[in-house]
């Protein structure tokens, strides 16, 4: 099993920026794409971004066209963990986010179906 805890979460005015962090435990996650879904009130679970190490000191990575060139996912030194640092957000960003991560083996998904580990979410609020 994986655990997998989120934090950096809160309120910010739109243009703002926050980064939030996921860190795994129980398994190690090296080879797993790991990744970022959100939810927002009345709304379905979202793709935001994933990444997966390659092996050779670089990873993939791809992102939903909402948060493309705000938003950036990358991995620690120690590949447990995983960020998201989002920039000039706006109200419609507003939402849970949740990690996720699951050996996808060489692949990448945007399917909230193929991840297997969620976290229990953090809210990200931003005001107009």
């Known amino acids: 099993q994986v655990h997998l805890v989120e934090s950096g979460g809160g309120l910010v005015q739109a243009g703002g920026s926050l980064r939030l962090s996921c860190a795994a435990s129980?398994?190690?996650?090296?080879?797993?794409?790991m990744g970022w879904f959100r939810q927002a009130p009345g709304q379905e679970r979202e793709f935001v971004a994933v990444?997966?190490?390659?092996?050779?000191?670089?990873?993939?990575?791809d992102y939903a066209d909402s948060v493309e060139g705000r938003f950036t996912i990358s991995r620690g030194n120690a590949k447990d963990t995983v960020y998201l640092q989002m920039n000039s957000l706006q109200p419609e960003d507003t939402a849970v986010y949740f990690c996720?991560?699951?050996?996808?083996?060489?692949?990448?998904?945007?399917?909230?179906?193929?991840?297997?580990?969620w976290g229990q979410g953090t809210q990200v609020t931003v005001s107009s």
């Open positions: 996720v991560a699951s050996d996808l083996g060489r692949g990448l998904s945007i399917v909230a179906y193929d991840y297997t580990y």
């Open positions: 129980g398994r190690t996650v090296s080879n797993y794409a």
């Open positions: 990444t997966r190490w390659t092996g050779r000191n670089t990873y993939y990575a």
